[in-house]
């Protein structure tokens, strides 16, 4: 039977085989990467954008700045983590720029990387699936968590998700975002009271409207 461990060591196996055959001239595997991650980076990109639209835009801006770079990637440390720091700065650097900025110029197209993708299918993926913050027991909660995170300050929300929701760990989340494991610590805690004041608050309005025992 395969633990967790093996399946990751596996996992990232694969990644690298990958990873080294487009590095070697094989340009037409990139869609292998993308099929592989799309999903998770677009929730990742709804979890920190909050709206569907800047979520594709982020996916498409991480994916084009992989390619572009995929040289410089150093099989020392998971490909995943090293896409996840290109997601977050992708997705801070899009809420920085102001909506009227010109886009910027592209060397290649979303389309030349990918083929034709239907971004609305990766809005039929659950958004809350298989994830710690998603055991709730109804949309209204759920509802309720999503706009908490939202809420967050951008560099609490950004540690949350990678810790709680994406699942990496401190020192993951801290080479990531380029923080020390103290700083991320102290953000995850900050951002952890935060929701369970915001989710005390709920429950006392929930309580408070609920019909009294006859």
């Not at 977050?88 to 990387?113: G, I, T």
């Not at 299918?121 to 710690?132: D, F, G, H, V, Y």
């Not at 998700?161 to 610590?185: C, H, M, P």
Request: charged content about 30%; overall charge positive; glycine content about 2%.
């Amino acid at each position: 039977m395969m633990t967790p461990k093996s399946e990751s060591r596996k996992e990232q196996d694969k990644d690298s085989n990958l990873i080294k055959a487009i590095n070697a001239g094989r340009s037409d595997l990139f869609h292998l990467l993308v099929k592989r991650y799309q999903h998770k980076l677009y929730n990742f990109g709804l979890r920190m954008c909050g709206n569907k639209h800047d979520a594709e835009d982020m996916v498409q801006d991480t994916f084009l700045n992989v390619f572009r770079f995929l040289n410089n990637f150093r099989h020392e440390s998971k490909f995943k983590n090293w896409l996840y720091k290109v997601a977050a700065s992708a997705c801070l650097q899009r809420k920085r720029v102001s909506k009227y900025a010109p886009e910027p110029e592209k060397e290649l197209s979303w389309e030349a990387l990918t083929g034709v993708i239907d971004m609305n299918k990766l809005a039929e993926t659950p958004r809350w699936a298989s994830q710690p913050l998603e055991n709730v027991l109804n949309a209204e909660l759920s509802d309720h968590i999503k706009a908490a995170i939202l809420a967050l300050p951008e560099k609490y929300r950004v540690v949350i998700v990678l810790r709680d929701i994406e699942g990496f760990s401190t020192a993951e989340a801290a080479k990531i975002l380029g923080l020390s494991q103290t700083n991320v610590k102290v953000r995850l805690h900050r951002a952890r009271l935060f929701l369970k004041e915001n989710l005390e608050d709920y429950f006392n309005h929930v309580t408070s409207k609920a019909p009294s025992p006859k």
